[in-house]
């Protein structure tokens, strides 16, 4: 495994533990689904630089392009749920269960 | 909602679907995926009500994250190997990790948690296009990655997945929920077999697809989200609550209907490649299953509730929703076994 390689993919796992372990506040949550998807960003973008396949030196940006659209969609829901659950903490969003 | 967004939004879902089904590589694969997920959320949360909204947060999170770990994972097979094409052997580690998160999307059993709490807080017509058009795209790649995934995943998955949707289904009374629980179950049937043979798969899948439909619009023409609900709906049609206990018979899996003819047909491959224990723990947990459809169909049939009937004759009047789809559906789900020859030829 090359530094390259570890460092993304070691950014990615973080980015996926603290999504996963890290259950206070919603807005935590997509900051670590950015955060992943930078990874992501890192990973593609490096693999074209080494490679010099230049067919795909376009999907790092419609990657950024996808998690941009992520991330808004997710804001809008944070401001969604904070107008009917209150506070954006996520152990607010219990109603359905049971 | 206007009429303009929801076609966009419906197209959009199509879209979605189609591009996953026609890409051969990751990226537009996991593009196809997204695509999808961003197009439901605006139907899922069409409604401004907290159990919408949390729903559609539910959802999104998983999604976006199970969507993240595929592309993650083919990434890291682009790297190893310098493929990105779906059919390519990828590394066993990549396939361990995009097979669990499809499984993630579509709801099998150790990732299951979201189905119930997100099928529950959306309306039955959203329900119905998150439990049979969104499973779509996810097993066009579960189909392709099946091959390179270790075999014990598999069965370990769907093992977990009929018995945790046996049992989870027990004590609920909530029709969404219980419809939820059927889903994981079938999926467990599905996934059981996509190494083995991935036309049972198929056919499994689109039987399923059939049935769930038929369920969720029948709940839909009654109105019902509880078990309480169906008890009266011998009053609004008799003959859609007859046809109803047979769609839910169906999807348990009784031998003259529809419903058996996956199940029938998996237990005889995984018998035959000599998965004996296999074989006889996913029958018996089809029995779980089979429980509370059957109290379902009790609930609807053999029980009469202590309610207030303010008039018993609604059915005298005409019904003003369009029920072409509805009557398809039923008869697909009822009268189909006969058909098993000619499935067998055409798909496999």
């Not at chain 2, 197209?11 to 695509?35: D, K, P, R, V, Y």
């Not at chain 2, 949360?45 to 592309?71: C, D, G």
Request: some cysteine.
């Amino acid at each position: 495994m090359t530094p390259v390689q570890f460092s993304f993919t070691t950014a990615f796992i973080l980015g996926l533990m603290g999504l996963t372990f890290h259950r206070t506040h919603l807005l935590s949550a997509l900051l670590c689904l950015e955060g992943m998807m930078l990874a992501l960003f890192v990973a593609l973008s490096l693999w074209t630089l080494q490679t010099e396949v230049t067919n795909f030196s376009a999907a790092p940006m419609l990657l950024l392009a996808f998690s941009a659209c992520e991330a808004s969609v997710g804001l809008a829901l944070l401001v969604a749920t904070n107008r009917t659950h209150g506070p954006n903490q996520l152990q607010a969003l219990n109603i359905l269960q049971c | 909602m206007s009429p303009l967004v929801l076609v966009v939004l419906l197209s959009s879902l199509g879209l979605g679907t189609a591009m996953t089904f026609a890409s051969s590589h990751w990226l537009l694969a996991w593009m196809g995926l997204e695509i999808n997920t961003l197009a439901i959320l605006p139907l899922m949360a069409q409604q401004n009500h907290p159990r919408a909204m949390e729903a559609t947060t539910k959802y999104f999170l998983i999604q976006a994250t199970a969507a993240a770990m595929i592309l993650f994972a083919s990434t890291t097979n682009a790297w190893a190997s310098g493929q990105w094409d779906i059919t390519y052997p990828s590394h066993p580690v990549t396939a361990t990790i995009t097979m669990a998160a499809l499984a993630m999307k579509i709801g099998l059993a150790p990732t299951h948690f979201w189905l119930p709490e997100v099928l529950q807080g959306v309306s039955l017509t959203t329900g119905l296009i998150l439990s049979t058009w969104q499973k779509l795209a996810p097993f066009a790649l579960i189909l392709q990655v099946a091959n390179y995934t270790p075999p014990y995943m598999l069965t370990a998955l769907a093992l977990c997945s009929t018995l945790v949707g046996g049992w989870g289904g027990l004590n609920q009374t909530q029709l969404r929920k219980i419809l939820a629980y059927s889903s994981i179950a079938h999926l467990g049937w599905m996934i059981l077999v996509a190494q083995m043979a991935p036309q049972l798969t198929l056919i499994a899948l689109i039987t399923y697809i059939v049935m769930t439909t038929a369920a969720f619009l029948t709940l839909n023409n009654m109105d019902a989200t509880k078990t309480a609900t169906l008890a009266s709906s011998w009053t609004k049609s008799p003959t859609l609550t007859a046809m109803a206990c047979l769609v839910l018979l169906s999807l348990g899996g009784l031998p003259p209907l529809t419903g058996f003819l996956p199940k029938w047909l998996i237990l005889q491959e995984v018998t035959n490649q000599g998965f004996i224990p296999t074989a006889t723990v996913m029958a018996l947990s089809a029995l779980l299953s089979l429980y509370f459809y059957l109290r379902l169909t009790y609930a609807m049939s053999l029980t009469l509730f202590p309610h207030t009937f303010n008039s018993v004759t609604p059915w005298r009047m005409t019904a003003k929703r369009p029920t072409l789809l509805l009557s398809t559906t039923i008869i697909m789900t009822t009268c189909l076994l006969p058909l098993t020859p000619s499935a067998l030829t055409l798909l496999i």
